[in-house]
């Protein structure tokens, strides 16, 4: 199902809801892609992002967070790897945009790579006023 967030019935009845509307919208045009092979952790309230980058160096992966969009992207192979000329190439090294659309209370805590897996990791902090109180009775 489509839906069509430029209809006058629904932008005229969803008000406050213009960063909703446009984050509904981005992700109902964007394709996903399966490339690179990615796994989401969750333990309570820490979450983790496991990217597989097999023969990608560190250096060359940019990790940027925009308006609660987190986008892990690689250019792709420069032109000194292009020149070794490959017999069979079964390790992918395309270039790649994943976006991962973060709610607002997920904070990014930091990144690292090891053995070929980039891992990112974030924990949801609660705001004081969203904590469980106890209220007392008089």
């Known amino acids: 199902m489509l839906i069509n967030f430029t209809d006058p019935m629904f932008s005229n009845r969803a008000l406050g809801f213009e960063t909703l509307v446009n984050r509904l919208e981005r992700i109902s045009n964007e394709s996903q892609s399966s490339y690179p092979p990615y796994n989401i952790y969750r333990d309570g309230v ?32 420069d032109s000194a790897d292009a020149e070794n000329e490959a017999v069979h190439r079964g390790i992918a090294k395309r270039a790649f945009k994943l976006k991962f659309t973060l709610a607002e209370d997920l904070e990014v805590l930091g990144a690292s790579s090891k053995n070929g897996l ?12 969203k904590k469980p109180r106890v209220i007392s009775v008089k």
Do not use: M, N, R
Request: glycine share 6%.
């Open 118 to 129: 980039l891992t990112i990791d974030l924990e949801k902090i609660l705001p004081d006023h």
């Open 46 to 77: 820490k979450f983790q992002i496991e990217i597989a980058l097999a023969g990608i160096d560190k250096k060359d992966v940019e990790i940027e967070l925009c308006d609660s969009v987190l986008t892990v992207a690689y250019g792709g192979p």
